[in-house]
């Protein structure tokens, strides 16, 4: 569970603070990884899982849900691979919108990284992927 016993305390926390200076409006949320699927982080403690699903954001890496989904969901993909690769290929933004439109039509979101090179510019390649992700239809 990534930090052990001390996740239910941790995020507890995070929540009770959070809905102090919020004045109880629900303004944050929590994500993590592994709930489920091949990283399942609770599978010496599946009686957790139900907890888990009404009190965090589940997040995976290149999965979509293939159901419409009670509580909310992160998937992440990158334009390229995680980290800038010269040569390597892009994503189309045909390919990116359509995983956004699969997640949030199943409760769930998408986070996009776009890769960059090590100073931190982007390719133009990768700009132009984002231009077209965001163009009127």
Same mark, same amino acid.
């Given at each position: 569970?990534?930090?052990?016993?001390?996740?239910?305390? =941790? =995020? !507890?926390? @995070?929540?009770?603070? !959070?809905?102090?200076?919020?004045? #109880?409006?629900? *303004?944050?949320?929590? %994500? @993590?990884? #592994?709930?489920?699927?091949?990283?399942?982080?609770?599978?010496?403690? /599946? *009686?957790?899982?139900?907890?888990?699903?009404?009190? +965090?954001?589940?997040? %995976?890496?290149?999965? %979509? *849900?293939?159901?419409?989904? !009670? @509580? /909310?969901?992160?998937?992440?993909?990158? +334009?390229?691979?995680?980290?800038?690769?010269?040569?390597?290929?892009?994503?189309? !933004?045909?390919?990116?919108?359509?995983? +956004?439109?699969?997640?949030?039509?199943?409760?769930? $979101?998408?986070?996009?990284? =776009?890769?960059?090179?090590?100073? #931190?510019?982007?390719?133009?390649?990768?700009?132009?992927? $984002? +231009?077209? =992700?965001?163009?009127?239809?």
């Amino acid at each position: 569970m990534g930090l052990g016993k001390l996740t239910p305390q =941790i =995020i !507890a926390n @995070f929540y009770n603070i !959070a809905d102090k200076r919020t004045e #109880g409006r629900k *303004e944050v949320v929590a %994500t @993590f990884k #592994g709930v489920g699927g091949r990283y399942n982080s609770f599978q010496n403690h /599946p *009686e957790m899982v139900g907890i888990v699903d009404r009190s +965090l954001v589940k997040s %995976t890496e290149l999965y %979509t *849900e293939d159901d419409i989904m !009670a @509580f /909310p969901f992160q998937t992440e993909v990158s +334009l390229q691979e995680w980290h800038y690769q010269q040569g390597a290929p892009y994503r189309s !933004a045909e390919e990116i919108i359509t995983r +956004l439109m699969q997640n949030v039509s199943r409760n769930g $979101c998408l986070l996009l990284n =776009i890769t960059q090179h090590g100073r #931190g510019n982007i390719d133009d390649e990768a700009r132009q992927i $984002c +231009l077209d =992700i965001g163009r009127p239809g």
